[in-house]
């Protein structure tokens, strides 16, 4: 079966050719540096790159695949959330090929794909019941999975999401967006040397960050000479990955979860993904637990390509049984 996926929720152009769950193109344009000078994504901004770039990554992905338009057997595209004018975009190109190809469409929710693209090129396949965590630019949230398509959400934040929060915290130290990476990077030659609050350390599965990206705010205020940036970086990733450990576990003993999957672009980040898989792995070894390779963590078509093949195999199974 061959998949045709496109993305366009944020700031990333993205198609993708798959065979099955096999990527065999997934061609992105990321508008970072024209986001740059924001600070952020300017949503209208982000809707003229999309214009600008679709042709290209969807002439691109066709080339590298080695497919021809006839060849492709359904078309998938993110439908929400995301912001609405560059959702829009992947739509009406989705809907014009799906008319003019005559295929059949797929609508994809952005979150369930950052969870499947931990399924993409594996073998191996989840244990129900699975816990799974989005941590991403506009999300945080916790869902207990009962089975394909099959979600309960437990718990998300009261406030920024945990990339939010990354993103204006190195911005507040005076790096530029995205902030994930750059404070993974300055974290690298840094120590866990300040005691930064942790906040809603209670018994709900939810979280909260905006209070840490005050206190962030309230430190450079008042010391910003004798800022160690660098130990600054390395305890807000530290403590980050304290709550998320911390709340997962919560999670884990309500769901008794046999596989712990984690999705969203801020599981880009090493040292995150070392801690959460040794603090998993205590609770119980027999945990499975499932990350996107590094390269699929970030927005990209390719995971709404993943989450696709598994609704066809879902329809299949459904109209068998
Ligand atoms: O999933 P994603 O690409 O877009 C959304 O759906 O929001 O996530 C983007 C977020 C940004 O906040 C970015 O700073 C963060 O992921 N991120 C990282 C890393 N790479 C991207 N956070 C921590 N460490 C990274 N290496
Ligand atoms: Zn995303």
């Not at 590298?64 to 959702?87: F, H, M, N, R």
């Not at 996107?292 to 390509?305: C, K, Q, V």
Request: charged share 20%; with cysteine.
């Amino acid at each position: 079966m061959i998949i045709l996926a496109l993305e366009t929720s944020c700031d990333e152009t993205s198609a993708a050719i798959l065979e099955n769950k096999k990527v065999l193109s997934n061609v992105t344009i990321s508008q970072i540096l024209e986001q740059q000078k924001y600070g952020g994504v300017m949503p209208s901004l982000a809707a003229k790159l999309h214009v600008k770039n679709i042709q290209k990554v969807l002439k691109e992905t066709l080339h590298v695949a080695k497919v021809s338009p006839e060849q492709i057997d359904y078309i998938a595209y993110t439908e929400k959330p995301g912001l609405i004018i560059c959702l829009q975009i992947g739509k009406i190109v989705a809907e014009t090929l799906a008319l003019f190809l005559n295929k059949p469409l797929l609508l994809v929710n952005h979150l369930e794909g950052h969870i499947y693209a931990s399924l993409l090129e594996k073998n191996e396949e989840w244990e129900f019941p699975a816990l799974a965590l989005i941590i991403s630019g506009g999300h945080t949230q916790m869902y207990q999975v009962n089975n394909h398509f099959d979600f309960i959400l437990l718990g998300e934040t009261c406030d920024d999401a945990i990339g939010e929060c990354l993103d204006k915290s190195a911005i507040l130290l005076g790096y530029n967006y995205p902030g994930g990476p750059a404070i993974e990077k300055l974290a690298q030659t840094g120590k866990n040397t300040y005691q930064l609050p942790f906040p809603k350390n209670d018994e709900t599965l939810d979280f909260s960050f905006s209070g840490l990206k005050s206190e962030i705010s309230r430190l450079v205020g008042k010391e910003k000479k004798e800022i160690n940036v660098n130990n600054l970086a390395c305890s807000i990733q530290y403590l980050l990955a304290e709550i998320l450990a911390k709340k997962l576990k919560k999670a884990w003993l309500t769901v008794w979860a046999k596989t712990v999957i984690i999705g969203g672009g801020v599981i880009a980040n090493k040292f995150l993904r070392n801690y959460l898989a040794k603090n998993i792995q205590k609770w119980d070894k027999k945990i499975k637990i499932f990350f996107p390779e590094i390269r699929y963590s970030t927005d990209n078509a390719a995971m709404i390509g993943v989450l696709a093949y598994y609704k066809t195999k879902n329809k299949k199974s459904e109209r068998q049984g």
